[in-house]
Nanobody
Framework: QVRLMESGGGLVQPGGSLKLSCAASGSIFSIRPVGWYRQAPGKQRELVAR???????AYADSVKGRFTISRDNAKNTVYLQMDNLKPEDTAVYYC??????????????WGQGTQVTVSS
């Protein structure tokens, strides 16, 4: 069974940086990590950044200029570099994974989440 494994979360002061990683375990190339979402307490899960099927990158407006998504296709791993973190970035961050169903790519896989807390 393929699993998405996030790492890199933690506690950081405002203005600090963290880098999240997400790798697929198991039959690693059946699912591709492609993006990051987050969910703060009492709020819905929201997009942070992702690679679209066409290969472009989509960012939430709230993180543009501060967060950078990247990937290593050979390692089937996606990263999220988070700079100038703010308290409102505090959330559980989830990796999303994409799989091929017939001839259609579907983003319906999730990691277990990693906590990011921004606080002084």
């Amino acid at each position: 069974q393929v699993r998405l494994m996030e790492s890199g979360g933690g506690l950081v002061q405002p203005g600090g940086s963290l880098k999240l990683s997400c790798a697929a375990s198991g039959s690693i190339f059946s699912i591709r990590p492609v993006g990051w979402y987050r969910q703060a307490p009492g709020k819905q899960r929201e997009l942070v950044a992702r690679f679209t099927i066409g290969g472009s990158i989509a960012y939430a407006d709230s993180v543009k200029g501060r967060f950078t998504i990247s990937r290593d296709n050979a390692k089937n791993t996606v990263y999220l570099q988070m700079d100038n973190l703010k308290p409102e970035d505090t959330a559980v961050y989830y990796c999303s994974g994409r799989r091929l169903s017939g001839s259609t790519w579907i983003d319906d896989n999730w990691g277990q989440g990693t906590q990011v807390t921004v606080s002084s």
